[in-house]
C-alpha cells in the first residue's frame, strides 16, 4: 500500500535498560521479565548482598547485564553509572527509576525533616539524578525511554503516607516536565502506578499498616495484589518499547483496577 508504515516494534531485544532499584520486589521482577524479553540490562541496589544475589539469578537465566552497588540519592553515584552502562554496552535504551526508600506509617503531626529528606532525596531527587545520567547518552541516539514510578496513594492522599504520597506526586510532576522538554529529542517519559507487590505487605505486628492494606484489598476489583514480573513487568516493557513512541508525560495505573476504589 502507497505510503504504508512498517509496524512499531513492541519488544525490547537487544535494547540495554537501566533497572534501580532492582534487588527485590517490583525491581527484581522488572529486571527478570525485560532480561528474558531479551533486554541486557544494568541492576542497581543499595544493599550489596541482595544485589549479588539477584547477579546470579540473572545470570542463570542468562540474561546479559551489568550490576552495580549504589545509592540512588548520590547524583554522582548516578553519572558514574550511565558512563559505566554506556562503556559497557555502547548505549542507553531506557531507564527504569523505581529505587526509594520508605519509611513507616506515620500522622502528618509526626513527620520531621529526616522523613521528608530520605523520602524526597531518594525519590524525586533520586529519579532526577538517574533521568539527568543517562539524558545526554539518549539525545545523542535520538531516542530514549524512561519509565517513573508513581504511586496511587499520592494521589489519594493515603492517611499516614504524607512525605511518601508528597515524593511520588513530585515524581509525577517532574515526569510531565521531562515528557514535555526532552519529546524533542526522541526521549519519551512516562510514569507507572503499580499495584503494591507481596514484599511490602505489611507483618502481623504493624497493625495501622495492616489496616490500610486490608481495606485496601477489601474494595479492590481483582481482590489480590499485583504479581511484580507477571502483572506490572508487561506494561513497563511496552513504555519502554517503540510501540510506546507517541506516548508521554502521562501516568499509567497498572494496579488491577485499584483506582476505581475511590
Known sequence: ??????PADAGIRGHVVIVTGASRGIGRGLARHLGQQGARLAVTGRKPERLAALSAELDELGIEHLAVPGNVADREAAVDLARQVHERFGRIDGLVANAQSFRPVMPLEDVRESDMDLLFDTGPKGTLWAMQAVFPYMKEAGRG?????????????????GPYSASKEAVRSLTRTAGREWGQYGITVNCVCPASAAHRMPPADDPERRAVFDAMYAQHPMRRDGDPERDIAPPVLFLLSDAAQYITGETFMVDGGGQMRA
Open 1 to 6: 500500500m502507497n505510503g504504508a508504515h512498517e
Open 145 to 161: 525511554r524512561i519509565v517513573t514510578m508513581g504511586s496511587a496513594v499520592g494521589m489519594s492522599g493515603g492517611a499516614g503516607y
